[in-house]
């Protein structure tokens, strides 16, 4: 009797002990089931809650919402740079990119000089696939704070380039071609160099459709891509960040050990310093379309972390009750295009009357009175030490319209005491979606987001 409840105990015993084993078998630890393979980081250069207001009201009405909105965890966001209490978009890419502060004007660097590892070399140090996607050049501050070190983001635009090659960044595309076009004594430029170094080279719509190479430099336009407002005007061959965006996801996403993708929505941030209440609608929705298919594509696989944010708010756009909708909506150029129109007169370098009436009839259905023409013509002329000299007139035009509607916008001469070109300090939103999402909530600053992505993956980013 005894030998046989021995026997019943010893099976029932191994039963128990086969069955936890299967059963523990499979199980995840909670830093697995937490680290999501893939990383896609969304940026809207210059989206406040003002641009987003804007774009939703104009898109979708009171009632409506932006697909951003939607995600289930966000936080609000502090933006300030190592100097100033308003960053401009080096030091506050670089924060999103490096986790620390820097001075104004620096790319991936601390203020004593140090490079710094941005959390894409850091994926890339851990064997996965990297990309820079943007409608800006592929060099502008939010891209290069990924991939490059500089002193000066304005002086350095070709030394950027050059890195981003000895980086080894699997997918660039955007904007930026000029830069990568001076030859060396040997008479090769960047673009040769990518190639013998094994990338594709892409400069259209097409071409982009058609590669299926795992390395690519795409540059289609020879510095920003052109705004939304614009492109049936232009009739333009560039492709739009979605496109590019769905090419990029598609090819990182074949590698089994995962990628970080930067993905930035880059011209909300000219279309504010512009004031053009129009572009910034078109810009954010675009980008709100992107953001849309990256959670969608990863709520499919449920293996990615999507987070969107900001790198700093631009020209402390508001949604005014006053602000005339309808009107602004039927723009049809932006402010940058209707500059190009301008006639100038012959004997000097201010335009003729007849040139700036027909811009703003055409395309803003603006009917000048003689204080707005004085206006126009009073603050286009370029002063010593003015910042941004080549976009004043697109920024005039682009003023003149908003207040000719009652949108809410800084004004010129505050704009002009700025170092930023119209830079707040006003705080930002970032969205979450995914593995590691639940992370992102309550109030931050702009160096916890690259932080959190990596405490996320098991990586440490210095700080």
Request: hydrophobic fraction near 40%; glycine fraction near 8%.
């Amino acid at each position: 009797m005894k030998k046989l409840l021995l026997v019943f105990l010893s099976i029932s015993l191994g039963f128990i002990l086969s069955v936890q084993t299967v059963v523990d078998k499979p199980a995840l630890s909670k830093e697995q089931k937490d680290k999501p393979k893939n990383v896609i980081l969304l940026i809207g250069d210059g989206m406040g809650i003002g641009q987003m207001e804007i774009a939703r009201l104009f898109e979708h009405g009171v009632k409506g919402k932006l697909f951003i909105e939607t995600l289930p965890f966000t936080a609000i966001v502090h933006t300030s740079s190592s100097n100033n209490r308003v960053t401009d978009s080096a030091a506050g890419g670089t924060a999103l990119a490096i986790g620390q502060k820097t001075n104004n004007g620096m790319i991936g660097i601390t203020p004593n000089g140090k490079n710094q590892d941005s959390i894409l070399d850091i994926f890339q140090k851990d064997g996965k696939r990297t990309a820079v996607i943007t409608t800006n050049s592929v060099t502008d501050a939010t891209p290069a704070s990924f991939t490059a070190s500089v002193n000066n983001r304005w002086a350095d635009q070709e030394e950027i380039a050059k890195q981003q090659l000895s980086n080894k960044v699997d997918i660039i595309m955007g904007g930026g071609k000029k830069y990568f076009t001076r030859k060396d004594k040997r008479g090769v430029d960047l673009i040769d160099a990518f190639k013998n170094s094994g990338y594709s080279y892409i400069s259209t719509v097409d071409q982009l459709e058609k590669t299926n190479s795992n390395k690519i430099l795409g540059l289609f336009g020879d510095a920003h891509l052109n705004f939304q407002l614009d492109k049936n005007l232009l009739k333009t061959t560039e492709p739009t960040l979605q496109e590019m965006t769905k090419k990029a996801l598609d090819i990182l996403s074949k590698d089994e050990e995962g990628f970080f993708a930067m993905i930035e929505g880059g011209r909300i941030d000219h279309a504010s310093h512009a004031s053009d209440i129009t572009g910034i609608w078109k810009e954010t929705i675009a980008f709100d379309e992107v953001v849309k298919y990256c959670v969608e594509w990863a709520n499919k696989r449920k293996d990615t972390l999507v987070v969107v944010a900001a790198d700093h708010e631009t020209m402390g756009v508001s949604a005014t009750e006053a602000m005339d909708i309808n009107a602004l909506k039927n723009i049809s150029a932006s402010p940058h295009y209707m500059a190009q129109q301008l006639i100038k007169k012959k004997t000097s370098n201010s335009y003729t009357e007849k040139s700036i009436r027909k811009v703003f009839k055409d395309y803003a259905a603006i009917d000048l009175t003689k204080e707005e023409l004085t206006k126009f013509q009073t603050n286009i002329m370029k002063k010593k030490g003015q910042i941004y000299q080549d976009q004043q007139v697109d920024w005039k035009i682009g003023n003149i319209i908003a207040n000719h509607y009652y949108a809410g916008i800084v004004q010129p001469q505050i704009q002009q005491l700025s170092d930023t070109g119209g830079h707040t300090s006003n705080m930002i939103v970032v969205f979450a979606d995914g593995i590691g999402a639940e992370e992102f909530h309550g109030v931050l600053d702009n160096i916890d987001i690259p932080q959190k992505i990596a405490s996320i993956m098991g990586y440490t980013l210095a700080n």
